[in-house]
Antibody, heavy 122, light 107 residues
């Protein structure tokens, strides 16, 4: 079964850091670009970062550029999002999502994790 | 950044009726548009990719159409499980952006 399982969310103060993880199974992880998509409470969806299958190409939304870092360990079938300098507006459920077509970062997302909640509060 | 507009925000229909959900892009996205369904407490589910292609396992009552800036998701005959929030998403430019969603509710 193709599956993505996120972990690492929690409560953090403004300016703090968190690292999210996404464990993948059921597909050849290294063959697919992956992304992080977030959803603030009661709001819509925002794609914040994407990474190619090899990890050699990464891209970020302007809202997180310079603060978040996406990475992957293909030997562990795991995707990461290092979040630094967190702000109240980063409060959201964070989903990892698999690109449908393979190593295309700008893609539709055919598999999503269940999400992990990040709350930034003072 | 490409802005996707979904209107109305809420659509009230009855089971068995046909639903037509529009999505308009602020500039052409060619056919690079997808549709997702999201139920409360769940992750989004891919329904349609590249404007008109059903994703794996999606029932035939879901169909997509359009190109350029105007797109439509059609549900031919609503079933109780179809009442949810629907989002469109473009992949033409980075970042991939989503519409604000249309909530399909039971009338």
């Amino acid at each position: 079964e193709v599956q993505l399982v996120e972990s690492g969310g929690g409560l953090v103060q403004p300016g703090g850091s968190l690292r999210l993880s996404c464990a993948a199974s059921g597909f050849t992880f290294s063959s697919y670009a992956m992304s992080w998509v977030r959803q603030a409470p009661g709001k819509g969806l925002e794609c914040v970062s994407g990474i190619s299958g090899s990890g050699g190409s990464t891209i970020y939304a302007d809202s997180v550029k310079g603060r978040f870092t996406i990475s992957r360990d293909n030997s562990k079938n795991t995707l990461y999002l290092q979040m630094n300098s967190l702000r109240a507006e980063d409060t959201a459920v964070y989903y990892c999502a698999k690109s449908r077509m393979g190593n295309i970062i700008r893609d539709a997302f055919d598999i999503w994790g269940q999400g992990t909640m990040v709350t930034v509060f003072s | 950044e490409i802005v996707l507009t979904q209107s109305p925000a809420t659509l009230s229909l009855s089971p068995g009726e046909r639903a037509t959900l529009p999505c308009r892009a602020s500039q052409s996205v060619s056919s690079y548009l997808a549709w997702y369904q999201q139920k409360p407490g769940q992750a989004p589910r891919l329904l349609i990719y590249d404007a008109s292609n059903r994703a794996t396992g999606i029932p035939a009552r879901f169909s997509g159409s359009g190109s350029g800036t105007d797109f439509t998701l059609t549900i031919s005959s609503l079933e109780p499980a179809d009442f949810a929030v629907y989002y469109c998403q473009q992949r033409s430019n980075w970042p991939p952006t989503f519409g604000q969603g249309t909530k399909l509710e039971i009338k």
